[in-house]
């Protein structure tokens, strides 16, 4: 069983759908992360949760929409998403808020690639 | 100017070759650094910290060079497995709110 797994891998929607990504970690951490990985671009950083509470909501538009309902499971619900939001969405952990606060280390899924029409 | 900095590549080298990688960046508060490696199509993972000293794991070699504000990956007897984008990530504050990655450099080694 992998550490941190996403689903689905592969999504295609259109502007009007509502969709939801899921993230599982079964690793023990108790902080979970959504990025979002665009071609030429770096990883963004969209949310943050510790403890399943929300710390961190990176200026990410609305029609996303993360949930945590305990600290092994993420979600990212998505409404009339665009075009330009086609991209891969990491779902990462931490022991902590990069525990220790140095050490560095997150442990990424393998990502949910996002096609919107 | 961007925060973290590195040239996208890609970077084609033979076998066995040594080879490089720079990364600027422009916070001088930064805390930590970090270069991870990304395969094709799948993710990041952690290659390494790099630490004040220097420091080595096989034939890696991450340095940190605060006055200059640059870190550098040197990978000496280059693998066809080490093809992969190695992606510079710097830490501001030590928490996760700072934590930056470059937008990666691409290595395609060669037989």
């Known amino acids: 069983e992998t550490g941190v797994t996403q689903t689905p891998r592969h999504l295609v929607m259109g502007m009007t759908n509502k969709k939801s990504l899921k993230c599982e970690q079964h690793?023990?951490?108790?902080?979970m992360y959504w990025y979002k990985q665009s071609a030429k671009k770096p990883l963004e950083l969209m949310f943050v949760?510790?403890?399943?509470?929300?710390?961190e909501n990176n200026s990410v538009p609305s029609r996303f929409s993360p949930e945590c309902p305990n600290s092994s499971h993420l979600f990212l619900h998505l409404h009339t998403l665009q075009p330009e939001d086609s991209a891969l969405y990491l779902c990462?952990?931490?022991?902590?808020?990069?525990?220790?606060?140095?050490?560095?280390?997150?442990?990424f899924g393998e990502g949910s690639r996002l096609t919107v029409l | 100017r961007k925060e973290v900095e590195q040239d996208p590549g890609p970077f084609n080298v033979p076998e066995g070759a040594t080879v490089a990688f720079n990364c600027t960046y422009s916070?001088?508060?930064?805390?930590?650094f970090f270069w991870y490696r990304q395969d094709c199509r799948k993710e990041p993972k952690l290659l390494m910290s790099v630490y004040s000293s220097g420091n080595e794991d096989g034939r890696f070699t991450a340095q940190l060079n605060r006055a200059s504000q640059y870190i550098s990956l040197l990978i000496r007897d280059s693998k066809l497995s080490d093809s992969a984008t190695y992606l510079c990530v710097v830490n501001v504050s030590g928490g996760y709110q700072k934590v930056t990655f470059g937008t990666g450099t691409k290595l395609q080694v060669i037989p």
């Open positions: 949760y510790n403890f399943k509470e929300q710390t």
């Open positions: 690793l023990g951490h108790n902080a």
């Open positions: 916070n001088s508060a930064s805390q930590s």
């Open positions: 990462a952990s931490s022991q902590g808020p990069l525990a220790g606060g140095l050490s560095g280390e997150l442990f």
